[in-house]
């Protein structure tokens, strides 16, 4: 199975920009999403397709996808961005399930 | 787009259970879904997908055998049979679609197995 690789734990002061990688063998070939979770919420996705933001998620979510390396980049943290961040991303080629990655937990100090 | 689950609760090892999940919004056979679950405290862990186009089904090697995935397109709804359930299947199941990007969530039913 193919295994995506994030860091548990980011932290960022407000306003500062925070980077959340996932690292998967060649995953740049693949289109990438990332979902937030709050505490006691269901996720909702932040990022699809790499880089794309679904309607209503702030311009300050962004997304990007090279090599090995995924990262979603959110730019002046807010208090209300704390939360758990997930990749994954699905086999479009073999209309198959892809992986999550195991989560980061964003801390905003 | 809305997703509304039910079914969940507490069981014994070794008992069946039957999450449901209702959508509206969107036309449901075009759309394939999915169940994902979340044990407390950990992370997420997909479960099982059943295709939009054509009704394929796929699991989790966790879950082969003993989970099966369903849709009642008329209904608009789709559920997962649970059987032979063990005490690691503990956690919230969500539904979610569609399967490319889960873009819509459903809130989550928690199902709690033990004695």
């Known amino acids: 199975s193919y295994v995506l690789t994030q860091p548990p734990s980011v932290s960022v002061a407000p306003g500062q920009t925070a980077r959340i990688t996932c690292e998967g063998n060649?995953?740049?070939?693949?289109?990438v999403h990332w979902s937030q979770q709050k505490p006691g919420q269901a996720p909702v996705l932040v990022v699809y397709?790499?880089?794309d933001r679904p309607s209503g998620i702030p311009e300050r979510f962004s997304g990007s996808n090279s090599g090995n390396t995924a990262t979603l980049t959110i730019s002046r943290v807010e208090a209300g961005d704390e939360a758990d961040y997930y990749c994954?991303?699905?086999?479009?080629?073999?209309?198959?399930?892809?992986?999550f990655g195991g989560g980061t937990k964003l801390t905003v100090l | 787009v809305q997703l509304v689950e039910s079914g969940g609760g507490l069981v014994l090892p070794g008992k069946s259970l039957r999450l449901s999940c209702v959508t509206s919004?969107?036309?449901?056979?075009?759309?394939?879904m999915s169940w994902v679950r979340q044990a407390p405290g950990k992370g997420l862990e997909w479960v099982s997908s059943?295709?939009?186009?054509?009704?394929?089904?796929y699991y989790a090697d966790s879950v082969k055998g003993r989970f099966t995935v369903s849709r009642d397109i008329s209904k608009s709804t789709l559920y997962l049979q649970m059987n032979s359930l063990r005490v690691d299947d503990t956690a919230t199941y969500y539904c979610?679609?569609?399967?490319?990007?889960?873009?819509?969530w459903g809130q989550g039913t928690l199902v709690t197995v033990s004695s």
């Open positions: 979610a679609t569609p399967n490319w990007a889960f873009d819509h």
């Open positions: 919004g969107f036309t449901f056979q075009s759309w394939g």
């Open positions: 059943i295709s939009g186009s054509d009704g394929s089904t």
């Open positions: 060649n995953i740049g070939s693949k289109s």
């Open positions: 397709d790499d880089r």
């Open positions: 994954h991303f699905w086999e479009r080629s073999s209309e198959r399930w892809g992986g």
